[in-house]
């Protein structure tokens, strides 16, 4: 017999998931968030507190569980119900037409209207609901049988883990990465030495097939459905299929049309043509399908192709150009780069003078040589990567790039360790390791030291000012005066900030440190644990790999940096300096004395960024909202305030200026 107590969590545990779900709908399905971030990981954390008190109510299909606690062990083959075919390509108006007559041989003397959709440069997936519950995610594969990535792609949001249909329902679309997390991806793993990826095309294949799916999790992939099957109700034409997979709450493209003729689609075509780089996703052209489901089994298919649909490409982001010189760039951590330089050429609206050849068997794989003319190709907002060398065009004046075995700036030895790719600088005190690492150490994301940009520390290398990253707070006035370009009130100012750059949190500045392998998030989970540089700089590799998210390249890294002397010894001038070594934080990041509080920030702040003042908050137990509400605990008001200032007032919200907010977070 079920108690009281149990039946009132069950009701509250069955009202909170249909507000998280709804939520989620107006959030990633279409895009008219109703309430803050805040105060929907609010509704998530009472759902999961209520659901550990009460395991016997978790459901597979609460939205707690779109992350699973366990990596899986590999991936299972299972085979499509129905054969996941491609489609047959055309890149011309006259080959559009050649489909047209192709199309009306078969079906004479019959209206007929065509599907326009967006075509998206992402991975082939097919997802089966049973029961009304998602049951099974399976790709595209060879077609006939793919893996079984169920528990990868449930950690997409915008994709309903329950839907209102107890009917097998069956429904194919693509996954695909938005523009942005597919930046902020390649941004983490630059910072970390990782490989980036060439295109979002590539992260969402190798996203949706990691082991585990906390990390898919992590990637932010997004998913649009365009086909459905549904038990026993196989007949509804594709426009029908695209109103009803939306009233189903999937997530479908809105940029779709029902076409009458080839005109219309012509006319789709050129609109998105031209405005495919305003979308946040990648698209290669559109896919045209006989909107008919009776139309579409007269035509039938080949092997690989439906004979009723085609997809129209767009020209390919892709350009040639000249190799003018290959350079070799020296990175932080002292990696050799080999750059292209190019002669300048403008592809999808930006001049590109510059591509990265990654590494010396990038160069040597694609034969690449100076004066070469070349393909290169953008895709997203990525650095050009080169395509081809156009070989058949060589004059024989072409020169075979040597990559050096010495630094090209401090001439000291070069090293490729076995089985790396990359060649590194061995000297620890490189300038050009050097200038890296203080344009890292002052980046905005790590110390934050306004001014501190790469002429300012062009100059300081040059005249000797500085030898070491910590050298920066030994910089006084009569140093910087007598810098170009630098008044007397500039070098009050950088001093200030210099000043200023001391008190930045502990993770900031583990992160500023440059570890191997240590992004910015890598950074708090290690401030977070450790909370003082101290016990940082002596755990061991077992203790750092016992962790949750730290993994065994990144202890080898921590472990190694800290062994160093040269990085001891930076580290000692740096308390000298007076930095924070300690975290002011205890326990996770979901604790700290802002728990519970949410803040909206309005107008500008003078010592403080937005991401600044918001990563404060957080790292406080704190969240920031972006509009205020009766449950917003403070709103902070730098100069020229908006509307969100009169609204606090009207709900009688303390309002605190900058100088309060510093008191409150100190
Ligand atoms: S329809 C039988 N519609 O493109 C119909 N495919 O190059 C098959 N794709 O395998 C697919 N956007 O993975 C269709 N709006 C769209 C699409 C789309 C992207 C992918 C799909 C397909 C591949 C063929």
């Known amino acids: 017999m079920i108690g009281q107590d149990q039946n009132?969590?069950?009701?509250?545990?069955?009202?909170?998931r249909?507000?998280?779900?709804y939520h989620e709908k107006k959030y990633y399905i279409d895009n008219d968030p109703q309430i803050s971030d805040?105060?929907?990981?609010?509704k998530i954390r009472e759902l999961k507190k209520l659901e550990s008190e009460f395991p016997e109510f978790i459901t597979p299909d609460s939205p707690t569980q779109r992350v699973g606690e366990q990596?899986?062990?590999?991936?299972?083959?299972?085979?499509h119900s129905s054969p996941m075919l491609s489609l047959d390509n055309c890149y011309s108006v006259e080959e559009l037409q050649e489909f047209e007559q192709r199309v009306k041989k078969t079906i004479p003397d019959e209206k007929i209207d065509y599907v326009a959709e967006l075509k998206i440069d992402g991975i082939g997936?097919?997802?089966?609901?049973?029961?009304g519950r998602l049951s099974r995610a399976i790709t595209r594969g060879d077609g006939l049988r793919g893996d079984d990535v169920t528990a990868n792609v449930k950690t997409i949001k915008s994709l309903p883990l329950t839907i209102n249909k107890r009917r097998k329902t069956e429904v194919r679309g693509e996954i695909f990465f938005p523009?942005?997390?597919?930046?902020?991806?390649?941004?983490?793993r630059s910072e970390t030495d990782e490989p980036l990826f060439a295109n979002p095309r590539n992260a969402a294949a190798g996203s949706i097939r990691l082991l585990d799916p906390r990390e898919t999790a992590d990637r932010h992939l997004d998913v649009f459905l365009y086909s459905l099957a549904i038990e026993g109700k196989e007949n509804q034409d594709q426009w029908e299929i695209l109103k009803t997979l939306y009233a189903l709450d999937f997530k479908t493209n809105q940029i779709s049309t029902l076409c009458r003729s080839l005109e219309d689609i012509v006319a789709f075509y050129d609109e998105w043509r031209e405005k495919r780089d305003s979308l946040d996703y990648d698209v290669d052209g559109i896919v045209i399908k006989i909107n008919s489901v009776k139309q579409q089994k007269n035509l039938g298919r080949t092997s690989k192709f439906p004979r009723w649909a085609i997809s129209f490409k767009f020209p390919a982001r892709q350009t040639t150009t000249k190799v003018n010189d290959i350079i070799i760039q020296v990175g932080r951590t002292g990696a050799l780069t080999p750059v292209a330089v190019l002669e300048a050429v403008k592809l999808s609206g930006t001049t590109i003078s510059r591509a990265t050849l990654h590494n010396e068997d990038e160069i040597r794989k694609k034969d690449i040589r100076v004066g070469d003319l070349i393909l290169i190709e953008r895709s997203g907002d990525v650095i050009p990567k080169i395509v081809s060398v156009m070989k058949e065009q060589r004059t024989g004046n072409e020169k075979v790039f040597r990559f050096p075995d010495m630094c090209p700036v401090c001439s000291s030895a070069a090293f490729k360790p076995k089985g790396e790719a990359v060649s590194r600088c061995t000297n620890p005190s490189c300038p050009a390791k050097l200038r890296e690492s203080l344009l890292h150490f002052s980046s905005r994301r790590a110390m934050?030291?306004?001014?501190?940009?790469?002429?300012?520390?062009?100059?300081?290398?040059?005249?000797?000012?500085?030898?070491?990253?910590?050298?920066?707070?030994s910089l006084k006035y009569e140093d910087l005066v007598e810098l170009d370009r630098m008044g007397s009130k500039s070098a009050r100012n950088l001093l200030k900030e210099i000043l200023k750059?001391?008190?930045?949190?502990?993770?900031?500045?583990?992160?500023?440190l440059g570890i191997r392998h240590i992004g910015e998030r890598t950074a708090i989970v290690l401030a977070d644990h450790f909370n003082s540089m101290n016990k940082l700089m002596h755990a061991s590799f077992e203790e750092l790999i016992e962790i949750p998210d730290i993994g065994p390249i990144v202890a080898e890294s921590t472990v190694f940096f800290f062994r160093q002397s040269e990085n001891l010894d930076l580290i000692r001038r740096l308390k000298q300096a007076g930095l924070i070594f300690e975290s002011s934080r205890k326990g996770n990041s979901e604790q700290g004395p802002l728990t519970g509080q949410s803040f909206v920030l309005t107008g500008r702040l003078t010592y403080f960024t937005r991401d600044d003042a918001k990563k404060n908050i957080e790292k406080l137990g704190g969240a920031v909202s972006s509009s205020v509400s009766r449950k917003t605990a403070y709103v902070i008001a730098g100069e020229d305030p908006g509307s969100k200032l009169e609204k606090a007032r009207d709900l009688g919200i303390p309002v605190l200026d900058e100088g309060d907010f510093q008191k409150l977070i100190s």
């Open 8 to 16: 009132k969590a069950k009701k509250q545990i069955q009202q909170l």
């Open 18 to 21: 249909s507000e998280i779900r």
């Open 38 to 42: 805040y105060e929907f990981d609010i």
């Open 71 to 79: 990596p899986i062990e590999g991936f299972v083959t299972v085979e």
């Open 125 to 131: 997936i097919s997802v089966i609901y049973e029961e």
């Open 179 to 188: 523009f942005r997390s597919f930046q902020q991806l390649n941004k983490h």
């Open 448 to 473: 934050n030291i306004e001014g501190f940009g790469e002429a300012l520390v062009d100059q300081l290398l040059d005249m000797n000012l500085v030898t070491n990253v910590s050298d920066i707070y």
């Open 501 to 512: 750059s001391k008190k930045r949190g502990l993770f900031q500045l583990i992160f500023a």
